[in-house]
């Protein structure tokens, strides 16, 4: 097979394992959120994510390190906190810290690099991300979320026999089909973003990344960082594919930018959002990710 044919190849084989993958956790944690919505009410999930006095935004980041979510699946959590009205500033925190605080990818952070670097990473992603969500409620940038995105899908009882009577569905099927209804409006939007994703996933080679970010290029951080950002990588691939491009020469620091460009904000999940979110606050979004990370790589050289 030559080198093309393995990169289609490539490609294909990553378009499949992430739309199967990328569905079946959206379904799942659509549905999970749907469930807990039904025996949480609206204002437990206020009071536990309330910005007063600052807890709540805490609370956000460690909520969002200790889900097992990716960039993409955070967007059905991120639904359900919309619906059950809770702190916008805090939803932007976990928006921000649950795919790059997950306890997947800070555990294979732990045994490839060390545990300095570890509390390192931990430390600059919650920070810069409770500043984020912070600094962007106090903004006003909460009128840029779309009015459909609290909107929850309505759906009626079932007629049995044709008849007019109308018997009530069980909470179980009502949670299903709401989100069910929730999938159908974002799969386009999700097929696309796989598609984008599995074609640079497959015909860019790691070899050029290290080529045009090693020690050497003095731009080799800022490039890393927008490099990660189409590049989706899941958790369970991006720390040893970083350890890969190190070892190929890549600066450790611009190995730190592509870590959180390409966990923090991949493109798929930014073609979702705009299922939820005007351009606006996308823009906002994609430019705290790209700081978190070119800062974050700066500050690693300089202090390692």
């Not at 490539?10 to 394992?17: I, R, T």
């Not at 949480?40 to 309330?50: A, G």
Request: positive net charge; proline residues 5%.
């Amino acid at each position: 097979m030559n080198i093309s044919n393995q990169m289609v190849f490539d490609a294909l084989d990553m378009f499949v394992f992430l739309a199967v993958e990328l569905t079946i956790l959206f379904l799942f944690i659509s549905y999970i959120v749907g469930v807990l919505q039904e025996y949480i009410p609206p204002s437990k999930i206020q009071s536990i994510l309330s910005s007063k006095s600052g807890k709540g935004y805490i609370i956000a980041g460690f909520l969002g390190a200790i889900t097992p979510f990716c960039s993409c699946s955070t967007i059905p959590f991120l639904k359900g906190l919309l619906r059950a009205n809770a702190g916008f500033g805090t939803m932007m925190v976990f928006l921000f810290a649950s795919p790059l605080l997950n306890p997947i990818i800070i555990g294979l952070f732990a045994v490839t690099f060390g545990l300095e670097v570890t509390v390192f990473y931990f430390t600059v992603a919650l920070g810069v991300s409770i500043i984020a969500g912070y600094s962007l409620e106090k903004l006003g940038f909460e009128k840029y979320i779309k009015a459909e995105a609290y909107i929850e899908p309505q759906h009626k009882g079932c007629n049995v026999g044709g008849g007019s009577k109308a018997f009530p569905e069980s909470k179980w099927m009502k949670i299903w089909k709401s989100t069910w209804s929730d999938f159908k409006k974002v799969l386009p939007y999700l097929i696309g973003g796989i598609a984008l994703g599995s074609m640079i996933y497959g015909f860019m080679p790691s070899e050029y990344i290290a080529n045009i970010a090693n020690k050497d290029n003095p731009f080799a951080i800022p490039v890393a960082a927008f490099i990660g950002i189409p590049l989706y990588i899941r958790a369970e691939a991006v720390i040893p594919l970083s350890a890969a491009l190190a070892a190929k020469g890549m600066s450790l620091g611009a190995v730190m930018a592509l870590i959180i460009g390409s966990a923090g904000a991949s493109l798929t999940e930014v073609i979702l959002l705009k299922s939820m979110f005007k351009s606006k606050m996308i823009i906002a979004f994609l430019v705290v990710i790209l700081t978190m990370a070119v800062g974050a790589g700066y500050l690693y050289t300089y202090m390692f």
